[in-house]
């Protein structure tokens, strides 16, 4: 789409974003996200609250345009355009489709934080592979990429893939198979996330995996995937 038809939805976005600015947020907020990022200092509930009111105006055609939107957003590293237009996509269910992976593919490689990381994962990819189990062929890649942002949002997909009534804790556990001893503590975090949601779904399958992978597991995910499991079992699994 050209920059020219994107105008119109770009400067009211820009306008609804200026008229947000919380500035003692913005001290806050400010520390936590990655150098090279611009951050404006908008609440996550503020902007789930414009994305929806955009979404109203049909005169500027978010729904059609929120990829280029999207795409621009990551290309200017900007916090709060990106997480309105995830909010405004996640929304449109029906275009939720493997259509977008592509452009999704591509904003990974821009992600420096776990916020923005989190929200694309569970609000707009996690849909599409519930719907389309083969692409978990593609996380379990990704959980084997050397970067760590992309091995997180396999995972953070993977935890959402248990979650709003889905339930695919096979393809969780393979996903999570390829990072059991990460070095990266954002990725154990995660991890150990998908793991409990998985859990949830189904406990036994849980433990199993967990004392298959017992030996080479790193202690914080195996601590963290094991906390909702009953207490005797938890405690087996984390014994030397």
């Not at 189990?133 to 593609?138: F, S």
Request: aromatic residues 6%; contains cysteine; neutral net charge.
């Amino acid at each position: 789409m050209t920059g020219d038809r994107l105008e119109p939805a770009y400067h009211r976005l820009q306008q609804r974003l200026v008229e947000a600015v919380d500035k003692a947020y913005a001290l806050k907020i400010s520390r936590l996200v990655p150098t090279g990022w611009e951050v404006r200092g908008i609440p996550v509930p503020r902007l789930r609250a414009i994305a929806r009111e955009l979404r109203r105006e049909p005169d500027l055609a978010l729904a059609r345009q929120g990829v280029d939107l999207l795409d621009r957003a990551f290309a200017g590293h900007n916090r709060e355009e990106a997480l309105v237009l995830i909010f405004a996509i996640a929304a449109e269910k029906k275009q939720l489709t493997p259509s977008l992976w592509p452009p999704i593919d591509r904003w990974i490689d821009e992600i420096a934080d776990w916020e923005i990381c989190d929200q694309l994962a569970m609000g707009i990819a996690a849909p599409i592979v519930a719907g389309q189990l083969d692409l978990v062929e593609v996380l379990v890649l990704w959980a084997e990429s050397t970067n760590e942002w992309r091995r997180r949002f396999a995972l953070a997909t993977a935890a959402a893939l248990n979650q709003k009534g889905r339930a695919h804790v096979a393809e969780t556990l393979r996903i999570c198979a390829a990072v059991m001893a990460d070095s990266s503590p954002t990725v154990r975090k995660a991890a150990g996330w998908a793991l409990r949601e998985a859990g949830e779904r189904d406990p036994e399958a849980l433990a199993a995996f967990l004392v298959q992978h017992r030996a080479a597991a790193h202690r914080t995910i195996l601590r963290e995937g094991s906390a909702k499991l009953d207490p005797a079992v938890r405690a087996s699994i984390l014994s030397e």
